[in-house]
């Protein structure tokens, strides 16, 4: 599985941004077999997860640091997982990744539980 994160840039306190992940799939597999989910890492913190979805898209999951402040979706039609972000804060600015792993019926928070890695996009909010 490969992923391609964009979508990031320089924006300012209060705007929004919505990140986008194109996956390209092994044949034989559908994008809709994964489970997807964004993490981001500030500067010289962790990574930590933002949110995740299932694969039929039904089911989402995401922090109480970031529900309501933070969207995902799918499109399986386009293989592609969005991050809507709105209300943009400092502490926001990170480089985000999306992760994908074989599971259409769970759901992950781990990053331990995700085998394949988009390279990553920086979103950088200035205040």
């Known amino acids: 599985v490969q992923l391609q994160a964009s979508g990031g840039g320089l924006v300012q306190a209060g705007d929004y941004l919505r990140l986008s992940c194109a996956a390209s799939v092994p044949s034989g597999r559908t994008f809709r077999a994964y489970c997807m989910g964004w993490f981001r890492q500030a500067p010289g913190k962790e990574r930590e997860f933002v949110a995740n979805?299932?694969?039929?898209?039904?089911?989402?999951y995401s922090p109480d640091s970031v529900k309501g402040h933070f969207t995902i979706s799918r499109d399986n039609t386009k293989n592609t997982v969005y991050l809507q972000m709105s209300s943009l804060k400092s502490e926001d600015t990170a480089v985000y990744y999306c992760?994908?792993?074989?599971?259409?019926?769970?759901?992950?928070?781990?990053?331990?539980?995700?085998?394949?890695w988009g390279r990553g996009t920086l979103v950088t909010v200035s205040s």
């Open positions: 979805i299932r694969g039929s898209g039904d089911t989402t």
């Open positions: 992760a994908a792993v074989l599971n259409v019926g769970r759901q992950y928070v781990s990053e331990g539980a995700y085998p394949y």
